[in-house]
């Protein structure tokens, strides 16, 4: 993800996500070292987008969304293989997240992934207020 992509960004977040970050919290994204964002493109479109926020040799995954019309192809899989790749060249040796409890799509994506459920945040989301799983991948 470049700069030049925060537009496109926001755009897709808000089709997925009840808070979705802004533009302007994409362009502090790119201009802050600590994150580390990759999108999926097809035909020069915005397609996924996924991000870690790094500390020291671990990260928390960030952002993970595809559009509507391009799930269910391998982009999430392929987006974030290539972004752990490029964090384990940065030193991330393990990846943090937090899932909604009824995200049955992202806790399939991130299982096949090898990620592993560490436990529960009770009603860490709102709008609706839900429960967070806790998973984590050793990045090796
Ligand atoms: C979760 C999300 C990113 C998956 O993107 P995707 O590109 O469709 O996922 P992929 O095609 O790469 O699927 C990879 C694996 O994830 C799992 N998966 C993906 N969608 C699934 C679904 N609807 N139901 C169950 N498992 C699913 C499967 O294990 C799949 O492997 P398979 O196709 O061999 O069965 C997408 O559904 C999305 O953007 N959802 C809205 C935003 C969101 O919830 N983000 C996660 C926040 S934590």
Known sequence: MTAADAASAAALEAENFSRPWSREDFDKAAADERY??????????????????????????????VSRLSRRCGVAEKLLIKLFEAGRERGVERIFLEVRASNEAAIGLYEKLGFKREGVRKNFYRDPAEDALIYSLENN
């Open 36 to 65: 580390l964002y990759y999108v999926a493109e097809n035909n020069g479109s915005i397609t996924g987008q996924a991000g870690l926020l790094i500390s020291f040799d671990e990260a928390e995954l960030l952002n993970v969304s």
